[in-house]
């Protein structure tokens, strides 16, 4: 982990839970669009995936909707 403290490494860990979550889910998601086992989806090529297409979701800061007309 590059978390240096306790605390940092409980959060970093539990971010990298949430992500695996987040992906499984959407591969669940993609499995019964497609009428397919879900256990036949391959983890990485879902994870490559989501990397490639999340440019694509640019999200706005808090502070950066303000400014927006």
Known sequence: MRSKTA???RQEFYGL???HF?????MHEAALK???DPDR???LHAV???RRKLP????ISPSAEKSLP
């Open 7 to 9: 605390d940092l490494v």
């Open 17 to 19: 839970l949430m992500a």
């Open 22 to 26: 987040a992906v499984r889910a959407l």
């Open 34 to 36: 497609a009428n397919v």
């Open 41 to 43: 989806l391959s983890f």
């Open 48 to 50: 490559r995936v989501v």
């Open 56 to 59: 694509a979701f640019n999200a």
